[in-house]
């Protein structure tokens, strides 16, 4: 069997996923609330230390048409902040966050380890969350003055639906249909993370989407190279969203988690922008496996 190579970092990404999930929701650091988490991490949770990025933009497009109909300025309505942020990590890392510090893909990539076997999701289905950011975010929310992608979102009813009422038994009383239609949402959810890799990022997810849009145009890029690849095939079963990281690392449905560049051969490689792959990843090919992931 191939041995996976690469530099000893790549190792750590379960790690820093972990440590990531625990800074965004250690209950200590909660003055921070005001900022957004780079990840789908829902505010509601009682221990979450930041906002939630897609939240805030909803918001943002409840409070977009009250501006524009009181005849004030765009600019005064625009979610700058938010909209700055995400395009900050985006301009630097592409989807990094998706791959390394989201604690829901965290979470996917944890529940995939459960079935071996994958079912592969249809190829259409991973423009859906495009949709759902304009429509779902933007249009929705400014027509109907209502977060709706908040009122369905799984990742709200893990951390804020259920450790709320486990918490504070007073709000069991407000529990009603919309509680009992969001949890359903969240076990089909589950259900899928089990049976498909990373159904939520691939299918849904407008954090993701709008993460989407920079992983080809950031200043941490990857390179497939084909003359060191020996189409052995090991990093499309190592892929954990199912692409072939031959044709597709780097493109919008790469989650840039980089364990394709564990490549036998070293054929894919990051790197910043502006250094070529070969001079970036000179110390490469340690044959180690420090958290034991090969
Ligand atoms: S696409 Fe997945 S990993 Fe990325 S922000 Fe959304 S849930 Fe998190
Ligand atoms: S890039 Fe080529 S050599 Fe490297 S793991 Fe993929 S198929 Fe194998
Ligand atoms: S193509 Fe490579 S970097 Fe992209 S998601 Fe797959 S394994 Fe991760």
Excluded at 169 to 180: N, Q, V
């Amino acid at each position: 069997m191939k041995q996976p190579a690469g530099s000893r970092w790549l190792y750590y990404r379960g790690t820093v996923q972990f440590l990531s999930t625990l800074l965004a929701n250690s209950y200590f650091l909660q003055s921070l609330k005001g900022f957004c988490y780079p990840g789908l991490n829902c505010w509601a949770c009682p221990a979450a230390n930041f906002a939630c990025p897609i939240g805030a933009l909803q918001y943002s497009s409840i409070g977009l048409r009250g501006v524009l109909t009181s005849g004030k300025s765009l600019w005064a309505a625009l979610p700058l902040y938010v909209l700055g942020t995400l395009i900050f990590f985006g301009a630097l890392f592409g989807r990094m966050m998706c791959g390394w510090l989201c604690p829901f893909g965290w979470l996917q990539d944890l529940l995939a380890k459960i079935h071996r076997r994958k079912y592969k999701l249809p190829r259409w289905s991973r423009y859906i969350r495009y949709v759902i950011l304009v429509v779902g975010v933007f249009a929705i929310p400014y027509y109907t003055g209502q977060p709706w992608f908040t009122k369905l979102c799984p990742q709200g009813a893990l951390q804020g639906g259920i450790f709320q009422p486990l918490l504070h038994p007073e709000l069991r009383a407000g529990i009603g249909t919309m509680w009992y239609i969001k949890q359903a949402i969240l076990l089909v959810t589950v259900i899928a993370m089990i049976f498909t890799r990373r159904p939520f990022c691939t299918v849904i997810c407008p954090l993701g989407a709008f993460f989407s849009l920079f992983n080809r145009i950031s200043a941490w890029q990857i390179t497939y190279d084909p003359q060191a690849c020996t189409d052995c095939d090991w990093c499309v079963q190592h892929c954990p969203v199912g692409l072939d990281p031959r044709q597709e690392v780097n493109g919008t449905h790469c989650i840039s988690c980089l364990e394709c560049q564990k490549c036998p051969q070293g054929a894919i490689r990051s790197h910043p922008v502006w250094r070529s792959p070969q001079v970036a990843c000179s110390a490469d090919h340690l044959p180690t496996d420090p958290e034991g992931v090969s």
